[in-house]
């Protein structure tokens, strides 16, 4: 996908939607469910910015956006709390770096700029689209010390105990 977007990423982002409403809607017997992204992420993020960067065309948009649409309008996909492990593109970048994961080799830091503004704008100016539940930031710019600090500081928010 990220070697030739226009071409993937309409089959990548239908499958992520698709994989997503499976996710959200599968029962659980735990009290919380935890996601890494959500359908939501995946529409107003990943999306938008192929679409945006011209890397999507008008019409592959449109079928996606009319699928998300009918999602949200006849699917329960209710979400209490959102942790936005709020990251600049630098860190994202380093932290890429350090992975060294094949298919991440090829990820500019363009790619990674304009999905961090694409987050802002939704989650901490909420300017761009609706957003389904609370948000929580926590400043993922962090080590990994400080940022279990601040879990647990909001373990009760984030677990719903």
Request: aromatic share 10%; proline share 6%; charged share 25%.
């Amino acid at each position: 996908m990220y070697m030739d977007p226009t071409r993937w990423g309409l089959t990548l982002q239908t499958y992520v939607q698709l994989t997503m409403l499976d996710v959200h809607t599968k029962p659980t017997a735990a009290p919380v469910k935890m996601m890494e992204r959500s359908i939501h992420s995946a529409k107003y993020i990943f999306v938008e910015n192929l679409y945006k960067s011209g890397k999507m065309p008008e019409v592959d948009y449109v079928v996606l956006t009319e699928w998300f649409n009918w999602i949200i309008k006849n699917i329960d996909l209710s979400v209490d709390l959102i942790v936005y492990l709020r990251t600049s593109p630098e860190t994202c970048y380093q932290r890429l770096k350090t992975r060294c994961r094949e298919e991440e080799r090829v990820i500019p830091m363009e790619y990674l700029d304009a999905i961090h503004v694409l987050y802002e704008e939704w989650l901490i100016k909420q300017s761009s689209f609706p957003v389904p539940a609370p948000v929580l930031v926590i400043d993922a710019d962090k080590n990994m010390e400080e940022m279990i600090q601040h879990y647990e500081e909001n373990r009760g928010k984030i677990l719903a105990v």
